[in-house]
Protein backbone atom coordinates (compact mmCIF):
# COMPACT_ATOMS: atom_id res chain seq x y z
CA UNK A 1 0.00 0.00 0.00
CA UNK A 2 1.65 3.78 -1.22
CA UNK A 3 0.25 7.11 -0.34
CA UNK A 4 -0.20 9.52 -2.71
CA UNK A 5 3.20 11.45 -2.07
CA UNK A 6 5.11 7.99 -2.38
CA UNK A 7 3.32 7.52 -5.48
CA UNK A 8 4.20 11.31 -6.60
CA UNK A 9 7.69 10.70 -5.73
CA UNK A 10 7.79 7.78 -7.63
CA UNK A 11 6.00 8.73 -10.00
CA UNK A 12 8.53 11.90 -10.47
CA UNK A 13 11.33 9.50 -10.58
CA UNK A 14 9.93 7.15 -13.27
CA UNK A 15 9.01 10.64 -16.16
CA UNK A 16 12.50 11.43 -15.71
CA UNK A 17 13.93 8.32 -16.62
CA UNK A 18 11.23 8.16 -19.62
CA UNK A 19 12.15 11.58 -20.55
CA UNK A 20 15.78 10.28 -20.65
CA UNK A 21 15.07 6.48 -22.09
CA UNK A 22 16.74 4.83 -19.21
CA UNK A 23 13.25 3.08 -18.69
CA UNK A 24 13.67 -0.86 -18.30
CA UNK A 25 10.71 -3.37 -19.13
CA UNK A 26 10.07 -4.07 -15.50
CA UNK A 27 9.45 -0.07 -15.15
CA UNK A 28 6.47 -0.57 -17.07
CA UNK A 29 4.70 -3.63 -17.09
CA UNK A 30 2.81 -5.56 -14.30
CA UNK A 31 0.86 -2.75 -13.04
CA UNK A 32 -1.89 -2.52 -10.86
CA UNK A 33 -3.24 0.77 -11.26
CA UNK A 34 -2.82 2.67 -14.76
CA UNK A 35 -3.08 6.47 -15.18
CA UNK A 36 -4.43 8.17 -18.14
CA UNK A 37 -3.99 11.32 -18.79
CA UNK A 38 -6.05 13.37 -21.82
CA UNK A 39 -6.00 16.52 -20.41
CA UNK A 40 -2.55 17.59 -21.78
CA UNK A 41 -4.98 17.11 -25.55
CA UNK A 42 -7.58 19.07 -24.13
CA UNK A 43 -10.09 16.43 -23.59
CA UNK A 44 -12.39 17.73 -20.70
CA UNK A 45 -13.53 14.34 -19.78
CA UNK A 46 -13.40 10.23 -21.07
CA UNK A 47 -14.09 7.08 -19.47
CA UNK A 48 -10.87 4.86 -19.66
CA UNK A 49 -11.22 1.37 -20.64
CA UNK A 50 -9.32 -0.79 -17.58
CA UNK A 51 -6.34 -2.82 -19.25
CA UNK A 52 -6.40 -6.78 -18.26
CA UNK A 53 -4.74 -7.67 -15.25
CA UNK A 54 -5.11 -4.15 -13.72
CA UNK A 55 -6.68 -3.36 -10.74
CA UNK A 56 -8.22 0.00 -11.21
CA UNK A 57 -7.36 2.86 -13.96
CA UNK A 58 -7.70 6.60 -13.30
CA UNK A 59 -8.68 8.87 -16.59
CA UNK A 60 -7.64 12.47 -15.85
CA UNK A 61 -9.13 15.31 -18.37
CA UNK A 62 -8.06 18.86 -18.73
CA UNK A 63 -9.10 21.71 -16.26
CA UNK A 64 -11.49 24.00 -17.46
CA UNK A 65 -13.13 27.21 -16.08
CA UNK A 66 -17.00 27.01 -14.64
CA UNK A 67 -18.93 29.44 -12.86
CA UNK A 68 -19.19 28.40 -8.66
CA UNK A 69 -21.23 29.75 -6.08
CA UNK A 70 -19.15 30.80 -2.94
CA UNK A 71 -20.47 30.13 0.64
CA UNK A 72 -21.76 33.66 0.41
CA UNK A 73 -23.91 33.26 -2.14
CA UNK A 74 -21.58 35.02 -4.23
CA UNK A 75 -20.77 33.57 -8.23
CA UNK A 76 -17.17 33.10 -8.96
CA UNK A 77 -15.44 31.21 -11.76
CA UNK A 78 -13.37 28.38 -10.72
CA UNK A 79 -11.08 25.80 -12.27
CA UNK A 80 -12.51 22.31 -12.61
CA UNK A 81 -11.03 18.81 -13.47
CA UNK A 82 -12.72 15.64 -14.41
CA UNK A 83 -10.98 12.64 -12.78
CA UNK A 84 -12.99 8.98 -13.31
CA UNK A 85 -11.89 5.63 -11.57
CA UNK A 86 -12.53 2.23 -13.13
CA UNK A 87 -11.92 -0.40 -10.61
CA UNK A 88 -12.31 -4.08 -10.98
CA UNK A 89 -14.60 -4.81 -7.82
CA UNK A 90 -12.68 -8.20 -7.71
CA UNK A 91 -9.82 -6.72 -6.51
CA UNK A 92 -10.92 -3.54 -5.02
CA UNK A 93 -13.18 -2.27 -2.95
CA UNK A 94 -15.59 0.20 -4.11
CA UNK A 95 -15.58 1.99 -0.45
CA UNK A 96 -11.58 2.22 -0.89
CA UNK A 97 -11.71 3.81 -4.79
CA UNK A 98 -14.39 6.53 -2.98
CA UNK A 99 -11.70 6.97 -0.47
CA UNK A 100 -9.03 7.30 -2.87
CA UNK A 101 -10.79 9.93 -4.78
CA UNK A 102 -11.78 11.32 -1.85
CA UNK A 103 -8.25 12.17 -0.96
CA UNK A 104 -7.45 12.75 -4.18
CA UNK A 105 -9.79 15.65 -4.65
CA UNK A 106 -8.75 16.96 -1.19
CA UNK A 107 -5.20 17.11 -1.82
CA UNK A 108 -5.72 19.07 -5.60
CA UNK A 109 -8.11 21.40 -3.90
CA UNK A 110 -5.75 21.98 -0.55
CA UNK A 111 -2.11 21.32 -1.90
CA UNK A 112 -1.79 20.43 -5.87
CA UNK A 113 1.73 21.67 -5.70
CA UNK A 114 2.79 18.12 -3.87
CA UNK A 115 1.93 16.03 -7.13
CA UNK A 116 4.67 18.39 -9.20
CA UNK A 117 6.36 16.85 -11.44
Given at each position: ??????????????????????????????????????????V??F???????????????????V????????????????V??????????????????????????????????
Open positions: RTDLYSLSRTWADLVKRARSKQLQPEDYSGGTFTLSNLGMFGDRSAVLPPDTGAILAVAASRPVAVTGGNAMTIQRQMQNLTADHRVIYGAHAAAFLKDLAKLLETRPESLAL
